[in-house]
């Protein structure tokens, strides 16, 4: 064999090497990051059926949202789940008497949780300061849109709250909404912490679900393999505290 025979040989079996290693790293890549994404997608099926519900003492002129059932009283009880049929109605207990519900505050969403990979969760808190009176809401309420919020599941992560204007008395509260981005594909559950703070001088509740610019109201809410069986709740300011018996978290299997 001549010196160029040989070197031409040479060269088809590096070009084979090179072609049969870019062909190796191609498919490596593949296989990586395709069944990672599939598994993610797959692990979140069905709808999140997010469930609304608000409260008000007249005698206080005090409202408050509940979205779990809260650990230590299923008056305030919600239908908060993940199932293969969409909602359409909200479910909530009856109050305590005092606290009644407020059907045209209650809200349902049935979000679809395979549309996306984001769950984004958009709370929106509202504020009277003639009465010192506020609530939150999750979810658009069913019979007024105007304390609207944006959650949704997307491919694209939201992080700033889209809320409604209020009506004019009632205002939206910017230090006290928030939005998290839930990548749905981190883990098996999502952990909806629910945290209720109550102020005796003000005679008001506050419920918080996402961490908001205040972070003395922060909450656990998260994705997870593992499934939270204690809220995860900020101190309050030293006026509004933490009340553990209306504050709960809610793990719901995303498969």
């Known amino acids: 064999m001549t010196r160029r025979t040989v070197s031409r040989a040479w060269r088809l079996?590096?070009?084979a090497t090179a072609g049969l290693c870019a062909f190796t790293a191609t498919a490596s890549t593949a296989t990586a990051s395709s069944p990672e994404r599939d598994a993610g997608r797959a692990a979140a099926s069905g709808y999140l059926n997010l469930h609304q519900c608000s409260y008000y003492a007249?005698?206080?002129?005090?409202?408050?949202?509940t979205f779990v059932t809260p650990s230590g009283d299923g008056r305030y009880s919600t239908g908060t789940k993940r199932s293969t049929t969409a909602d359409t109605t909200a479910v909530c207990g009856p109050g305590n008497g005092n606290h009644v519900p407020v059907p045209i505050l209650h809200g349902v969403k049935a979000l679809p949780l395979a549309s996306g990979r984001y769950l984004n969760l958009q709370q929106c808190d509202y504020y009277r300061s003639a009465s010192t009176d506020?609530?939150?809401?999750?979810v658009t309420p069913s019979g007024d849109g105007r304390y609207s919020t944006g959650t949704a599941v997307s491919d694209t992560p939201v992080t700033s709250p889209a809320c409604g204007p209020?009506?004019?008395s009632h205002v939206p509260n910017p230090g006290l909404s928030g939005a998290v981005a839930l990548d749905l594909t981190?883990?098996?559950y999502l952990n909806l912490h629910q945290c209720v703070y109550y102020s005796e001088r003000l005679a008001s509740h506050l419920t918080s679900v996402v961490t908001a610019p205040d972070t003395r109201y922060?909450?656990?809410t998260k994705v997870s393999d593992t499934a939270d069986s204690s809220p995860s709740c900020g101190p309050g300011n030293g006026d509004y505290v933490l009340i553990p018996l209306l504050s709960a978290v809610k793990s719901i299997s995303l498969s």
Request: aromatic share 8%; charged share 20%; glycine share 16%.
């Open 218 to 220: 922060r909450t656990g």
């Open 186 to 188: 981190a883990g098996r």
């Open 58 to 65: 007249s005698s206080l002129d005090d409202h408050f949202s």
């Open 134 to 138: 506020r609530f939150t809401t999750l």
């Open 13 to 15: 079996v590096l070009s």
């Open 166 to 168: 209020g009506n004019g």
